[in-house]
Every structure is written in structure tokens, then in C-alpha cells.
């Protein structure tokens, strides 16, 4: 396969119910590279990367224009169970995202709707705990986990089906720092092409080394996640803000 | 988080019972239940027996008498149904301590009792054996619709979620100064309810989403695929087989 891990051209979509979400998206993500999706609320974060699957859009039979290309094939509604295995989305909330009695069965739908039975599908639902270090919890229903334990195991429902996409929608929300920073840890040793939205600008800083920002349903800018934290202008018309006494140019990032 | 809320009803020790798979304790609740409602109300010994048979399903479930005891509290309403009904039934009467009751009643009243305590035990060995995916699991394995077993799966899953919610709500009117009368306090539930229906709804939707993107095409997988083996069945059944025998026994009795 050849292409970028995710090309969007000129995206438009609208709700059923008339309001507009995205207004003209294109961006391009090369594989490998970690990018961070940043913008206030309401400016169609999620909604665009509720297309990345086919899940909005005109493949799902809604409304809307524009191209998605995913590993350099076209989004038809004929490859979304292939579109869907390779683009792995993590919700926000881990309790829509865990639905299973088990942790073990909620890791093993994913796989289990590819296909996978018996001994593959047990080493699969392995593999993928071991990757955010819940192989232990395996048996435990998810709402007995701490909030931290159940996001991670909502990043190993994902990591189960082997994406070679990994998009995020505000993983660091709602956990204390040192599951934070144990999620960052899982994220950045992990091999896939990562998309992420947040609004913890230092977790994009720390993670992403590209970022793209997005206001009223367009991408408004887009390069190294330093420069645009850099850039106090292009801030505050989007309304971002750093945190209090946090500067971009003095803390390490990813750049290689 | 309410980690109190444990494992739905399951008392957590080990046991034979416990070990069985769950398909065949469903299947042997049934055909016991299905003996005692069978068996004539007028044959007194074959009720002993039941209850002889059921104390020693718990006793081999090693679940505390304590715990059995107070779970029959959902039979209430059927005790209380019981005890007005040798007052309000009709035909010819008998004294009891002084008190004019009617014979039918009366033996209706145990009817009722009987049977259902019987099956009351009988399902609280079941759920304090079993843990509830293990329960779905079975319910699968009995080609139960996967529809079906899917809808309880989330119920069982979503619970607690949902009564957190309820529990959140609570807290949040009662810390503007919400206390209200009686009616007041009604008045606030069901607006409450309302909200968590909504809330429910578009969690659902959005559970729906996240099951859409991990290649849910309408077919949930199987939860597990350990069949029963022959012995299992026969170890299981054999409580509710003795049942059986006591129930047709009873019949033949009675003709």
C-alpha cells in the first residue's frame, strides 16, 4: 500500500438538522507521523474525525462533499469494514467506548467482528492489554476500573484490530496527572500514525510534533505544534490559551 | 464509581455449583421450577422434600443462610397476597385458632408460599452462583436470540453507569437547596427521569458509534464457546431430576 496514512479534500458536511460542522476541509497526514487536532470547542473536531471512519458523511448515507482518502484508497462504502480496522477511534468517554461485561470481551469485539476466533482472538485481546499494561484486569468488568485504568483499556479495543491509524478525541480529558502521564508513555511508544484532539495544549506539545488547528469548521493553520504555541496571536483569535506560566520554547518536545 | 455495587448477585466463593456451567443451572431452574408448580398443593411431603433438596443446594453452594434469607424479601409481595387470601376467599370455612377462614384460602395461601418460596430459593441459588456474564453466556449457549442476550448484556453492563448519573443528579438539586414536600420531591424524580432518559438515549447513540467503529455489522460475537460436557449436564440436572421424580410421584399419589 502507498499514500499517506490520511488525505481529506475540500470536506464539507452538515447535520440532518441543518447546521453546518465543516466548511471545507484538507489536510494531509503522512504515516508515522503524530498530529494533534487543536481548537475550541465547537469547531468540528470530532465531527471531522467521525469521517476518518465512515461514520459521518456520505458514505454513511448523510450529507456532505469532499474526498477521504485512508492508506491511499478512496472511502466506498464497500471497504468500511477494511476503512474501519485501519482508522481506530478512542472516544472521549470510555464508558461509551467499553460496552461489554468484561474487560477481555470488550477487547476482543473489535477483533471478533474481523473475524478472529479461538486461540487468535485470545492472543489478539492479549497482545493488545500487554500494550497499555491491563493484561492483569483482563476479568474485571470495566466499572470497577478507575477512570485512568478504563481509558487505557478503551485505547486496547482499538490497538486490538491492529489500526495503522490511531485517532484520539481528548485522551488526556479528566485524568490525574499520573495517569496522564501514563498515557502519553503507552501513546508514544506506540507504531502508528496518530491523530489526537485535545485541548492539553502541553500534551500536544509533548506528543505531536505537527499540529493543525481548527476553528469554525475550517483548518486555520497547520505546522510544527512549537511554532503554532509559539505563535500568541494565532492563539488567542481561536481562543487557545496556554496554561499559566507554561512556554512552548522552553520544555522539550518530540521533534527528532 | 460505586464499587459496592460488586458483581450483580453473585456471593463469590467455590463451589461445585459455582464451577457449573451456567447454561445448565438455567436449564435445571427451569425443569425444578417447572416440577414444584406441577406438583398437586395437597401433597404436603413432596413440598418437604423440595425444601430438603433446595437446603442442600445452598449448603453445597456454601452461600451463608443469612444472605438466602434476606434476598427472599422480593417474595413480599406474594406472602402478603397469600396471607389476605383465606379472608377474602369463598366457600365452606374452617376455624383456626378462633378465627373463621375459608378452606380453599387456606390451602391456596400455601399454595402460594410454598411454590413460591420454592422458586424464590431456587433462583437465589442461580444468581448467587453465577455471575452475570457467565449468566449471558448461557443464555446464549441456549440459542436465546442474540438480540435478546445483547439488550441484557448492556443492561448489566450500563447499570451502574446509569444509576450514577441518577445518584449525580441527586446530589447536584440537592446541593442548591432542593428539598421540597412529598409531592415536590415526586415532582423532581420525575423530571429527573426525564433528563436521564435523554441522557441514556444519546449515550446510546454514541455507544452505538463506537460500536459502528470497530466493525459492528449487527451480529454481536459470541461471548464465549465453552460447550457443557455430558457430565456437567447430568451433575447439574440431577437436583431438578429428583424433582421430577417426586413431582410425577405426587401425581401418581394423589390419583
Known sequence: ?256 | MSGSAGDGLLVAVDSRIHRLPAQVKIVALFVFVLAVVSTPAGVFWAFALYAVLLVGCVVLAKLPPLVVVRRLAVETPFVVFALVLPFVATGPRIDVLGVSLSESGVLGSWNVLAKGTLGVVAAIVLSATTAPRALLAGLERLRLPSTLVAILSFMVRYLNVVSDDLHRMRIARESRGYTGGRAGHLKAVAGGVGALFVRSFERGERVHLAMQSRGYTGRMPLLSDTGAAGVQWVEGLAISLAAVVIAVTARVVGL
Not at chain 1, 109 to 121: E, K, V
Request: charged letters at 20%; hydrophobic letters at 40%; glycine letters at 12%.
Open chain 1, 1 to 256: 500500500m502507498s499514500g499517506p496514512s490520511i488525505h481529506v479534500e475540500r470536506l464539507v458536511f452538515a447535520y440532518p438538522d441543518g447546521r453546518q460542522a465543516l466548511f471545507g476541509v484538507d489536510f494531509t497526514i503522512q504515516r508515522g507521523e503524530r498530529v494533534a487536532l487543536l481548537g475550541p470547542n465547537g469547531a468540528g473536531k470530532t465531527t471531522l474525525v467521525l469521517h476518518l471512519n465512515g461514520i459521518l458523511g456520505s458514505v454513511a448515507g448523510g450529507s456532505g462533499s469532499g474526498r477521504i482518502q485512508i492508506g491511499g484508497s478512496g472511502l466506498h462504502r464497500q471497504h468500511l469494514p477494511e476503512v474501519r480496522r485501519k482508522v481506530g477511534l478512542v472516544f472521549q468517554d470510555p464508558d461509551d467506548q467499553l460496552f461489554m461485561p468484561t474487560v477481555r470481551d470488550d477487547v476482543a469485539f473489535g477483533p471478533a467482528n474481523l473475524g478472529l476466533r479461538g486461540a487468535d482472538l485470545e492472543e489478539r485481546v492479549h497482545e493488545a492489554l500487554v500494550q497499555v499494561g491491563m493484561q492483569d484486569h483482563a476479568d474485571v468488568a470495566p466499572h470497577h476500573l478507575s477512570y485512568g485504568q478504563r481509558r487505557r483499556v478503551a485505547v486496547a479495543t482499538v490497538l486490538a484490530m491492529r489500526p495503522e491509524v490511531l485517532v484520539l478525541d481528548e485522551p488526556s480529558s479528566n485524568l490525574d496527572p499520573a495517569s496522564r502521564r501514563e498515557l502519553a508513555d503507552i501513546l508514544s511508544g506506540l507504531d502508528v500514525t496518530l491523530l489526537m484532539i485535545t485541548h492539553d495544549l502541553p500534551y500536544a506539545l509533548q506528543l505531536c510534533e505537527r499540529s493543525l488547528l481548527m476553528d469554525g469548521g475550517r483548518i486555520v493553520a497547520d505546522g510544527a505544534t512549537r511554532d503554532l504555541l509559539g505563535d500568541a496571536d494565532l492563539m488567542s483569535a481561536h481562543r487557545l490559551e496556554l496554561p499559566y506560566g507554561f512556554d512552548p520554547l522552553s520544555v522539550p518536545g518530540p521533534e527528532r
